[in-house]
């Protein structure tokens, strides 16, 4: 009898733990069914600064949702790259993706005016703006997208073979550069020269170029310091990065997680410019001291008539959407509002 008993209780426990190993089972399965995934899609390589967002804001959000998002990230162009990144995330290739504006002339055009010389003084501040103006000015392009965040480089310098200390040195220079710096370099008497960031060392080891403009932690990153031997202290344009979802998508997922991505928009915004800003202090010492960088100060009276060319670009830029309707003089109130506010 005992026997029995002891045998029954036995089998009980078995079914017991068969039992609750199958409902385990079947809730791990229906927490994976239950999981919203989320292809972020961006054109650099993983080491750049923007792909470093990119996975702060996985591990952000995966870590506020408590795992109810998994986010799989695409950086170097793997999934979408810079000609097709927004159009491809509107056609649900990508649920996200994170572009530079400035790569697509005349799309957003209230945009261009921040992106033009607006003497902002570092990345954290220029990022902080342009993500205020972006939610008060909301880019028509954008409509049928949801704004993520938004951030920017820090302000372009030049950064030449050859010491740039008047305007006169720079007359003629074959310099690289990209979007909205094209301009504002004619006007100042060097000669852009348009090439991907990828193909700049080889064209700067050859000779086909003798500089680079932009902001300046690719001379560590991109190792242009080994050709690059001056800096001039000249903040220019820069690049503004919006990283959109698509609206389909938002619409659908639940009200909590809209929160969680909601305000780790601003979030993000001054982590982005915090961790460029540190990270051309490090380029640019690690540029001096393992390369020899020197950076250039201009003279009070050249820097003014650097500053004389350069003021009227914006202001003509802005003359030619109002007159087109649009409100660029309200834009560039804001702009110049929002940078003494995030300045002090």
């Avoid at 060097?190 to 193909?199: F, L």
């Avoid at 990283?243 to 009200?255: F, I, Q, T, Y």
């Avoid at 008539?305 to 959407?321: G, S």
Wanted: glycine share 6%.
């Amino acid at each position: 009898m005992k026997r029995k008993l002891l045998l029954s209780g036995v089998i009980i426990v078995l079914l017991v733990s068969f039992l609750l190993s199958g409902c385990g089972s079947a809730k791990q399965e229906e927490s994976k069914e239950n999981t919203i995934t989320l292809k972020y899609a961006f054109f650099a390589p993983a080491n750049t600064f923007p792909a470093k967002q990119m996975e702060k804001w996985k591990e952000e959000v995966e870590k506020r949702t408590n795992g109810k998002v998994k986010v799989e990230l695409f950086p170097g162009g793997t999934l979408l790259t810079a000609k097709n990144m927004y159009d491809g995330v509107k056609n649900g290739v990508a649920e996200v993706g994170l572009s530079v504006t400035t790569y697509e002339p005349g799309r957003f055009p209230l945009l261009a005016i921040s992106d033009m010389p607006s003497k902002f003084p570092n990345a954290r501040v220029a990022s902080q703006v342009i993500y205020d103006l972006i939610q008060e000015f909301p880019p028509v392009a954008f409509k049928d997208y949801k704004i993520l965040t938004a951030f920017t480089t820090e302000p372009a310098h030049l950064q030449t073979v050859k010491p740039v200390r008047k305007l006169e040195d720079l007359k003629g220079m074959q310099l690289r550069i990209s979007g909205a710096i094209i301009p504002v370099l004619q006007s100042l008497g060097a000669s852009p020269v348009g090439m991907s960031m990828a193909e700049t060392p080889e064209a700067l080891q050859t000779g086909i170029i003798e500089g680079n403009v932009s902001s300046r932690e690719v001379l560590m990153d991109f190792k242009l310091a080994e050709k690059i031997k001056y800096v001039t202290e000249y903040p220019m344009t820069i690049n503004t990065f919006v990283a959109v979802m698509n609206k389909d998508v938002w619409d659908s997922l639940p009200r909590d997680v809209q929160e969680v991505i909601d305000e780790l928009g601003p979030e993000m915004a001054v982590w982005t410019g915090e961790y460029m800003d540190n990270h051309v202090k490090e380029a640019l010492e690690w540029s001096k001291k393992e390369q020899g960088l020197e950076i250039i100060t201009l003279d009070p009276a050249e820097k003014a008539r650097w500053d004389q060319i350069i003021k009227p670009l914006q202001e003509n830029y802005v003359e030619e959407l109002k007159a087109k309707g649009m409100p660029a003089e309200e834009y560039l109130d804001r702009l110049y509002e929002l940078k003494e506010k995030y300045s002090k």
